[in-house]
């Protein structure tokens, strides 16, 4: 793993790492060529100009217009490359591909729970193929938290009461550290864990070696049913006296007020335990709040039902609301809809 | 080059602070005083404001229903005693400037009353909120906030309407208390008045008082209309505001 | 400089600022700002030791991988109670409540503050605010972090929050106050022919920085305030089970807390403006560039708080137009760098003490400065924030910026203070000292952070002890070049030599006045008839001493 004494770079082990570390070596390289510069000059200047005698005056200067303005451009050029380029590297960071694992990642003090769309479950640990992008969904049961693995380059807060989530693709097999970064309390240092990179093929055998658990889907079902969901959204999502939630995930949900949102995992998770807060047009508010009834894992594996759900004839999508209703933002805070 | 200023001893007036060159410099500095405080203020209730902007986006249904539940008419009569005791305290600034004592201190006595007023006026309210359970969380042991009389609109879920009155309470108790340290500000300028400090050459102090009670107001008028009024219109067929 | 024509520095036994009167009530109860400098002064050292002695039990921890030294629940106060002790109690009100308070006024020709009972007052505000939160530390701690996110602070830390939040919300007072004091008076107070544009930089930045503890320390009042309100009565402010939001926190603490580090580093860069110019004997180049770079650094600062919030959940395009203006805000800082530089230019360069303090912040503000930028870089902060990276990059900003500054200004203005020279060889030894075991302490650090060490862990990966075993060595270091200058300084109050009024030669008010000054700092006003760093030749240049000495004379009447 480590050639020297001292390793620089922690290891680069996604696609994403060695654009990171790109620029990471361009930052470097031009702060520290100015800072060498810059502290020669000082350095050259002050030997250069050292007092020689008690009462020598130098001369006063007068300004120049005309070096203010080539030092202000000049880094404000540099600065702007920095920004271009990592703001780029950011959107990849951030943006979510579309065909990505999904794993679900719930943060509680002082572990880390995850649960694989297989149904495989694991703790404080991340089994992940190599060459597949894997999109993490988290979530946090008391503080907020931070879900940080060096060797990815990716960092994301794990925060209560809404979802956040980030992804990778692994380039090389091995055993990698997972961080909590965000402090959460007492044990926060312990909130550590491991990210193993395997071979795909290792990884499908760990999958079924591991099975005997239900799929969050699975789960999610019985939940539904258990729950007395069924009554009103019907045994598959078909709907009733609640809206239907076949082929709801991704979809743009009209609402009472005239707006739409659309209905993503935030959306679904908002309307579990606070239903009165977005109510889909035609409907009544009668839904009661699941709140404290069920736990993140649980959410999550109602999530899981509800994206599985398809209707058998996709129907097209419901209109957005036309430009005479008034504005069609979603309720939530902005951070909501984050990322 | 050698030249400085001596300061004329001899004729200044009792109120000039030794620091100070001149009445007119002293007047300056305490005025720009009391308006930087304000700007510091206006910080102070920004993030209140700040919080009570997005939590009214996240939930304007609840906001609508338990801002229903305040008095209308208890908010508007304390919003019209503000404003007369505004015009009060600048007729008090006044006739300090002129320097008709008599008036001074009726004026300033007005204005101290008719900020007691307000403050009793808010005390029924907040006595009322009380019974019916409207303080926010534990606040007060044995009465734990319960949105069972609020008549909600529908659609609005029953325990959000809490983000309201903590937000209520908060900006209007900040605001009281401001109040209630107008009224001590003035109750220390009325006890000089009486004994005659000021004069049309010295009357910065009553002033700048004046200035700090309109902010007072000011934050007032904000409030009534944010916290009373906004969302009334529900109720009668409308649509929430985003 | 003994042998100036028509003027004889006073007697060092005539009545001064610290002889006018005898005994703890006439300091207790004092109006002067240079006795409340004093009385600031001793308060702020005092926290700066308490919270070192805190930065040697973390770095003591951090020498080895386990954590087994303190207790993980004890290692989470002691980093939280330094960070609140170093960042309030002391980087705060450092430079502006102790040098600030003694030089505005003399700066700029007045005879005090503005407001002089107000600037007691905060002076007890900051002492009540400092007597509550080690209250609040000695009776058992907390352990939020000084950033006091909900819902851990709101919710889940079983620690004395609240006390603490009371404590900080009162200091706070402290600054709005010397803020609002410093405005006024440099608006109101400046003496005849004291322009805006013959202010000292000093002032200037001294300005700037109040602009921010008036407008910023409020939002963190209220911010602290709602905290406290929170976890007291148990409602839903920021705790999402309730319906509020944990990042609202965030936004309300780092629109003030981003700020903040700017109240710590502008008046550091005011101090570096005083020394570079002076101990180079140069008016500064674009002396209008440094003095509204000031203004912009306060401005833009105002503006880029989501910076720290960039994996927070914030949305993309609002971490896109943090980024683009927390690289803005940096071109100011670049400005005054340019310009001290080309001040040194064809410079007349003295070697003494303050101007290596002056030399070392440059080189420690241009790593802090220039690893900024890294931060500012989304797609790297997104690595690196919560590492040590980011530790380190702060501790370059505030620790090699404002502790530098603010002892070059110590040493600069001492004699002005305490009316005695320091031991120069002593002084320019704890000048290297100090530079030497900062950047071993903290260089690593970047290291360790880029290589993923996260922050606040008081146990970590075996591979990173390299990093904190260097780390620890340099504390040692830094720790033991602080105590030199505490102990010299306070052996030069009774043994060093007498300072003569302008011991540097200088153009500047504050040296045209006895060392250390009378009470009323001139005892007739002073007119300004010259520029900002106008060098002259030392005949030319005493002239409000050369007043006083005639007055003098007739001392009795002028002392009523």
Known sequence: METGWISWLPEAASTLAGQVDALYFYLSGVTAFFTLLISGTVIFFVIRYRRRSPFEIPRPVAGSHKLETIWTIIPLMIAMSFFVWGTNVYFKQVKSPKLATEVYVVGKQWMWKVQHSTGQREINELHVPKGRKIRLIMTSEDTIHSYYIPAFRIKADVLPGRYTDQWFEATKTGTFHLFCAEYCGMNHSGMIGSVIVMEPKEFDNWLTGNAGNQTPAVAGQQLFQSLGCTSCHGMNGEGGRGPTLAGLFGRQQQLTTGGSVLADEVYIRESIVNPQAKIVAGFTPIMPTFQGQISEEQLLQILAFIKSLHIENPQQPVPAASPATSPAQPRSSPQLNAR | ?242 | MKAIEGFEPPAPSKVNYINAQYGLKSWLLTKDHKRIALLYLASVTAFFFFGGIYAMMIRIELLTPRGDFLSSATYNKVFTQHGILMIFFFLIPAIPATLGNFLVPMMIGAKDLAFPRINLLSWYIYILGGAITIWALLSGGVDTGWTFYAPYSTTFSNSYVVLTGVGIFINGFSSILTGLNFIVTIHTMRAPGMTWFRLPLFIWSHYATSLIMILGTPVVAITILLLAFERLAHIGIFDPAIGGDPVLFQHLFWFYSHPAVYIMILPGMGVISELIANFSRKNIFGYKFVAFSSLAIAVFGFLVWGHHMFVSGQSLYAGMIFSFLSFAVAIPSAVKVFNWTATLYKGSISYDTPMLYGLGFIGLFLIGGMTGLFLATIAVDVHVTDTYFVVAHFHYVMVGGTLMAYLGGLHYWWPKISGRMYPEGWGRFSALVIFVGFNLTFLPQFVAGYLGMPRRYHAYPPEFQVFNVLSSAGATILGIGTLIPLTYLIWSMRYGRHAEANPWHLPGLEWRTPSPPPTENFTVSPVVTWEAYEFAPPEEMEVVGTTHHVRLEDAPAAGD
Not at chain 2, 71 to 78: C, D, Y
Not at chain 2, 185 to 213: A, C, K, M, Q
């Open chain 2, 1 to 242: 080059m050698a030249e400085s200023l001596v300061v004329e001893h001899e004729v200044h007036h009792p109120a000039l602070q030794h620091h100070f060159e001149n009445l007119e410099q002293q007047r300056e500095a305490g005025t720009l005083g009391m308006w930087i405080f304000l700007v510091t203020e206006i910080m102070f209730f920004s993030g209140m404001f700040f919080a009570y902007t997005l939590y009214r986006y996240k939930f304007p249904l609840e906001f609508a229903s338990a801002s229903n539940h305040l008095s209308l008419q208890l908010g508007a009569v304390n919003t019209v005693v503000l404003i007369v005791s505004s015009f009060t305290m600048a007729f008090a600034v006044y006739n300090a400037q002129v320097g008709r004592q008599r008036r001074l201190v009726i004026s300033l006595i007005l204005t101290i009353i008719l900020g007691l007023t307000f403050l009793g006026i808010k005390a029924v309210e907040y006595r009322d909120k009380y019974k019916d359970n409207l303080i926010p969380g534990q606040l007060i042991p044995g009465h734990k906030y319960s949105p069972a009389t609020i008549h909600l609109l529908p659609g609005a879920s029953p325990q959000h309407t809490e983000m309201f009155y903590w937000i209520y309470f908060a900006m209007t108790g900040m605001h009281a208390l401001h109040m209630v340290i107008g009224v001590g500000l003035l109750s220390v300028i009325l006890f000089y008045s009486i004994r005659g400090r000021y004069d049309p050459e010295y009357h910065n102090p009553v002033e700048v008082s004046g200035l700090y009670w309109h902010f007072v107001d000011l934050i007032w008028i904000f409030l009534f209309p944010l916290l009373y009024l906004l969302g009334r219109h529900i109720e009668h067929g409308g649509t929430p505001l985003h």
